[in-house]
């Protein structure tokens, strides 16, 4: 099998910027089967810092998978989605 990935990054400003991760698996087979399985994975993240040290972070992952065998072929179908937002304030006492 091999494994391809890309990342990038985009700052609008030195305070806000995306990323986003592509990455796919492919050709990974199971031995003494005949089955072949692709995975995808896109992810990204949306990072703005508010106020010095205080960051809001939203992300998203999503997953999906390619399998033929001789019984089932599933192409692209959906395997998990992940939403996260996160928000972290800087305190000094």
């Not at 390619?66 to 000094?92: A, G």
């Amino acid at each position: 099998f091999f494994n391809l990935s890309s990342n990038s990054t985009w700052m609008f400003t030195k305070d806000l910027f995306v990323r986003l991760h592509v990455q796919g698996i492919f050709g990974s087979t199971y031995l003494d089967q005949r089955e072949t399985s692709n995975q995808y994975l896109i992810s990204g993240l949306l990072s703005w810092e508010y106020k010095p040290g205080s960051f809001m972070y939203l992300g998203y992952n999503e997953g999906r998978v390619d399998e033929v065998n001789p019984f089932i072929s599933r192409r692209l179908e959906f395997d998990n989605r992940t939403f996260i937002f996160k928000i972290s304030y800087f305190f000094s006492i």
